[in-house]
Antibody, heavy 121, light 109 residues
Framework: EVQLVESGGNVVRPGGSLRLSCAAS????????MSWVRQAPGKGLEWVSGINWDGRDTGYADSVKGRFTISRDSARNSLYLQMNSLRAEDTALYYC??????????????WGQGTTVTVSS | EIVLTQSPASLSLSPGERATLSCRASQSVGSYLAWYQQKPGQAPRLLIY???NRATGIPARFSGSESGTDFTLTISSLEPEDFAIYYCQQRSIRPPGLTFGGGTKVEIK
């Protein structure tokens, strides 16, 4: 079964850091691009960041550029999102999602259930 | 920066009726548009990719079309499980990334 399981969400103070993880199983992780997508409470979807199949190319939404870093580890079949300088507006449910191709700028066909990040003092 | 405008924001229909959802892009980036369905408490589900291709396991009542920068998702005959929020998503080239529309909520009348 193709599966993505996120972890690492927590309550953190403004200015703090957090690292999200996504464990992939049931498919050849190295063959697919991956993305993080978030959804603030009661709001729509916002693409956060993506990484191509080989890890060489990445992309970020303007709202997180310079603060968040996406990475992947093929040995662990895992995707990560390092989140620094967190702000209240980063509060959201963060989804890990698989692209249906090797490049992240096409879309996602498999989604995890999400991990919640709350930024509050 | 590409902006995707979805209309209407909400749609109130009865089971068996036809639903027509619109997504307009602020600029053209080809046919790289996808549609997703999201139900309360669930992750999004891919319905349509590349404007008109149904994803694996998606019923034939869902179809997508395009005309220039205007994209349409049509549900030919609404089933009770189709009442949800629908999002369109487009690629951006410079810088590379993805953009979502604001969503259309399809409600039971």
């Amino acid at each position: 079964e193709v599966q993505l399981v996120e972890s690492g969400g927590n309550v953190v103070r403004p200015g703090g850091s957090l690292r999200l993880s996504c464990a992939a199983s049931g498919f050849s992780f190295d063959d697919y691009a991956m993305s993080w997508v978030r959804q603030a409470p009661g709001k729509g979807l916002e693409w956060v960041s993506g990484i191509n199949w080989d890890g060489r190319d990445t992309g970020y939404a303007d709202s997180v550029k310079g603060r968040f870093t996406i990475s992947r580890d093929s040995a662990r079949n895992s995707l990560y999102l390092q989140m620094n300088s967190l702000r209240a507006e980063d509060t959201a449910l963060y989804y890990c999602a698989r692209a249906w191709v090797r490049y992240f700028d096409r879309g996602m066909d498999v989604w995890g259930q999400g991990t919640t990040v709350t930024v509050s003092s | 920066e590409i902006v995707l405008t979805q209309s209407p924001a909400s749609l109130s229909l009865s089971p068996g009726e036809r639903a027509t959802l619109s997504c307009r892009a602020s600029q053209s980036v080809g046919s790289y548009l996808a549609w997703y369905q999201q139900k309360p408490g669930q992750a999004p589900r891919l319905l349509i990719y590349d404007a008109s291709n149904r994803a694996t396991g998606i019923p034939a009542r869902f179809s997508g079309s395009e005309s220039g920068t205007d994209f349409t998702l049509t549900i030919s005959s609404l089933e009770p499980e189709d009442f949800a929020i629908y999002y369109c998503q487009q690629r951006s080239i410079r810088p590379p990334g993805l953009t979502f529309g604001g969503g259309t909520k399809v409600e039971i009348k």
